[in-house]
């Protein structure tokens, strides 16, 4: 599945290309090598930047872009000081654009102005994308949320197809070759905040999904992810505990150049009413 968002440059105040233009022989194409495909097929528009090409799985085929290629286009008369050959460029602000030229067989021309940005502004553009695709973390619990019992320990856990890497690569092309950036977000804690306040035992951290609880496995069989209220739910005047389920997910960015780095953590959540009651038992003599 490919992530794609079509737009006119107009749509981002930028103008439009509005100068005779022709194709040179520099050509920059999508590279194709390592694990993530970097397509050359459209442009995009994500976070208000042109991006020539986002893929946001590994597997997808280059497809269709085999016929496509970007080339800086040359000014014949741009009316702006540049000399018929030159490449055309503008400056927006502090930001240099650069025209260049789409070209697929059979189809027309058409021009993009892309920004001649550094790796993590491209590494961020990706991470735009990447957050749209972390899921939520709806928890699953043992006993269910609103049947748990005091001292009884309270397995949480997430479907393990929510803890997967989410990864998106953008790239740009320059006059050199196409820079592109991988931009991944992998989840790396599961956090259960209890919502029992200064009464428990505070926020319960695991590493991975967490494990699943099967009946086999009864009452008192413990778990890495497993939290033991102390006290009954009933102390609140809601009869309930508020509590939560978070994933911290690690973003870090790295381009075909070499260049890498991070980028602050993203935490995902889901609310959870916790029911926790007490074990009513009956002595006699």
């Not at 107009?10 to 993530?36: F, I, M, Q, R």
């Not at 991975?208 to 009864?218: E, N």
């Not at 739910?233 to 997910?249: D, E, H, K, P, Y």
């Amino acid at each position: 599945m490919k992530f794609k968002i079509f737009a006119c440059i107009a749509a981002l105040g930028l103008g439009t290309a509005c100068l005779a233009v022709a194709t040179t022989s520099t050509v920059a194409k999508a590279d194709s090598n390592g694990p993530h495909v970097v397509t050359d097929e459209y442009g995009a528009v994500v976070d208000k930047t042109i991006i020539a090409g986002v893929i946001v799985q590994q597997n997808d085929a280059p497809g269709s872009s085999d016929s496509c290629q970007w080339s800086p286009s040359l000014a014949r008369d741009s009316g702006q000081g540049q000399g018929a050959g030159d490449e055309v460029t503008k400056q927006v602000g502090s930001v240099s654009f650069r025209l260049y030229d789409h070209v697929c067989e059979g189809e027309a021309t058409t021009y993009y102005w892309i920004p001649e940005i550094s790796t993590e502004q491209i590494a961020r553009s990706a991470a735009s994308v990447v957050y749209d695709l972390i899921p939520a973390p709806f928890g699953e619990f043992a006993p269910p949320a609103r049947q748990g019992l005091i001292n009884i320990g309270t397995w949480f856990w997430v479907e393990p197809t929510v803890w997967q890497p989410k990864t998106v690569t953008a790239w740009v092309p320059t006059p050199e070759g196409p820079v592109s950036v991988t931009t991944t977000a992998t989840p790396t804690k599961l956090v259960f905040h209890p919502g029992d306040g200064f009464r428990g035992n505070g926020d319960k951290t695991c590493t991975g999904p967490g494990p699943k609880w099967f009946s086999m496995f009864g009452d008192l069989s413990p778990s890495a992810c497993m939290y033991s209220y102390r006290h009954s739910s009933a102390i609140n005047s809601s009869g309930l505990f508020s509590a939560s389920l978070s994933i911290i997910w690690r973003v870090a960015w790295r381009s075909n150049s070499g260049a890498s780095g991070t980028l602050p953590n993203v935490i995902t959540s889901s609310s959870h009413q916790m029911n926790i009651r007490e074990f009513q038992a009956l002595v006699t003599s």
